[in-house]
C-alpha cells in the first residue's frame, strides 16, 4: 500500500494513511479513461436546439388562393415553408446526446483517474476542514499555505460553509465522495482528499 502524508490547513504534516492498491495502484489506459470523459461531456451536451416545422407552426390549413388562374405560383396554407413565418424544413430538433458505458469499466476508470493522480504525486489528504461561517476569504487563506492553486476537494459528507465558501474561487471545487468522477478528476491538477473521504472511496469502489 501506497502511505501518503496527512497534513493539516497550514500545511503541516499531523500523521500518514494507506492508500489501498486496489483503487490507487491500477496500470492507467488512456483510452480506457478517455472512453467514460467522453460520455460524460456527451451526457453535459444540452441538444436543446429546435425549430418549429410546418406541423407546429400555428396558422389556418385553408388554401390561399386557387390552384389554378391566378398566374402565381401554386400555393398551399400559410404554414408553407417558402412563405415568412412558415415553418422550417430541415433544421434541428431537441435530442439527447448521452450514452452509457457499462459499469465496470466506469468504475475501472474511476480507479485509474485516482492511480493516475498518485503517480504523479498530486494527491493531498487533509486531516480536517471546517468553517464557522461561509467566508471566501478563509478557502483562498488555506489554499494558499497549501500551496494549491487547481484543485479538486473530496469530502466525505455534505458541508455547506465550505461548498458556498469556495464556490467563487476560481479552479476550485468542493465535490462529496459519492460525486466524484473521471473528468472531475483529471481536470483539476490537484486531488485534496479529506481524511474521511478515503474511507468512502474504498467503500465506493470496493464494494
Given at each position: 500500500?501506497?502511505?501518503?502524508?496527512?497534513?493539516?490547513?497550514?500545511?503541516?504534516?499531523?500523521?500518514?494513511?494507506?492508500?489501498?492498491?486496489?483503487?490507487?495502484?491500477?496500470?492507467?489506459?488512456s483510452s480506457v479513461l478517455h472512453q467514460?470523459?467522453?460520455?460524460?461531456?456527451?451526457?453535459?451536451?444540452?441538444?436543446?436546439?429546435?425549430v418549429k416545422h410546418r406541423s407546429d407552426?400555428?396558422?389556418?390549413?385553408?388554401?390561399?388562393?386557387?390552384?389554378?388562374?391566378?398566374?402565381?405560383?401554386?400555393?398551399?396554407?400559410?404554414?408553407?415553408?417558402?412563405?415568412?413565418?412558415?415553418?422550417?424544413?430541415?433544421?434541428?430538433?431537441?435530442?439527447?446526446?448521452?450514452?452509457?458505458?457499462?459499469?465496470?469499466?466506469?468504475?475501472?476508470?474511476?480507479?485509474?483517474?485516482?492511480?493516475?493522480?498518485?503517480?504523479?504525486?498530486?494527491?493531498?489528504?487533509?486531516?480536517?476542514?471546517?468553517?464557522?461561517?461561509?467566508?471566501?476569504?478563509?478557502?483562498?487563506?488555506?489554499?494558499?499555505?497549501?500551496?494549491?492553486?487547481?484543485?479538486?476537494?473530496?469530502?466525505?459528507?455534505?458541508?455547506?460553509?465550505?461548498?458556498?465558501?469556495?464556490?467563487?474561487?476560481?479552479?476550485?471545487?468542493?465535490?462529496?465522495?459519492?460525486?466524484?468522477?473521471?473528468?472531475?478528476?483529471?481536470?483539476?491538477?490537484k486531488l485534496v482528499l479529506l481524511e474521511?473521504?478515503?474511507?468512502?472511496?474504498?467503500?465506493?469502489?470496493?464494494?
Open positions: 500500500m501506497a502511505v501518503v502524508d496527512i497534513v493539516n490547513s497550514a500545511g503541516e504534516k499531523v500523521s500518514e494513511i494507506d492508500l489501498n492498491d486496489e483503487i490507487y495502484n491500477v496500470p492507467v489506459k467514460v470523459v467522453n460520455m460524460q461531456l456527451a451526457g453535459k451536451r444540452a441538444g436543446s436546439a429546435s407552426v400555428r396558422g389556418s390549413q385553408r388554401k390561399l388562393f386557387r390552384q389554378k388562374g391566378t398566374g402565381r405560383a401554386r400555393r398551399g396554407n400559410i404554414k408553407s415553408p417558402l412563405l415568412r413565418g412558415g415553418g422550417v424544413v430541415f433544421g434541428p430538433d431537441t435530442k439527447s446526446w448521452a450514452y452509457k458505458v457499462p459499469k465496470k469499466v466506469r468504475r475501472q476508470a474511476l480507479k485509474m483517474a485516482l492511480s493516475s493522480k498518485l503517480q504523479d504525486d498530486a494527491i493531498l489528504v487533509l486531516d480536517n476542514l471546517e468553517f464557522e461561517e461561509i467566508k471566501t476569504r478563509a478557502i483562498v487563506d488555506i489554499t494558499g499555505s497549501l500551496n494549491v492553486e487547481n484543485a479538486l476537494i473530496v469530502v466525505d459528507k455534505q458541508d455547506e460553509k465550505l461548498e458556498l465558501s469556495s464556490r467563487n474561487v476560481p479552479h476550485i471545487k468542493v465535490l462529496r465522495c459519492e460525486g466524484l468522477n473521471v473528468y472531475d478528476i483529471l481536470k483539476y491538477k474521511g473521504s478515503v474511507k468512502g472511496i474504498e467503500g465506493r469502489l470496493l464494494s
